[in-house]
């Protein structure tokens, strides 16, 4: 199996995968070992999300919440993403180690930055081309 990313969803996956760009490289340059692991497991969220994750909270001092957490290799890795319910997508924000709350963190730093890209995502008016149109 090549590093690529999860393509499009069958009726039996109704959640398409989107990552963040930092995300999208970390899972990316997992060991092939993990990936393939870490890949079984963004399938299985494809599937259900809610049936193979855990909601985040409070975590490390860090609110977290709306965001929710999905095990890889024996809670070794974590993969940290975000349900958009009304389009169908589950944004995947950080794929990092469990070290002292390293992937916890990281994905705070990445909700501080991508704060207005995810208040667009809520927005159920905008078309996903619009949000992530180029500026000319």
Known sequence: MTKSLLKGVSPLNPYKIKFLQEAELEFKTLD?????????????LSQDPFAYSAPLGQKMN????????AYVD???????FMILE??????V??????D??????LT?????????????????????????KEPS
């Open 93 to 98: 924000i950080s794929v990092n180690k469990r």
């Open 108 to 132: 705070q730093k990445r909700i501080d930055i991508y704060q207005s890209l995810f208040d667009k995502l809520k927005c159920t008016n905008l078309a996903l081309d619009e949000i992530f």
């Open 62 to 69: 860090l609110n977290l919440t709306g965001l929710r957490k």
């Open 32 to 44: 092939n070992n993990l990936f393939l692991k870490a890949s079984k497991v963004l399938t299985k």
């Open 74 to 80: 024996d809670k070794r890795i974590r993969i940290v």
């Open 86 to 91: 009304n389009r169908l997508i589950i944004l």
């Open 100 to 105: 002292k709350g390293k992937v916890y963190h």
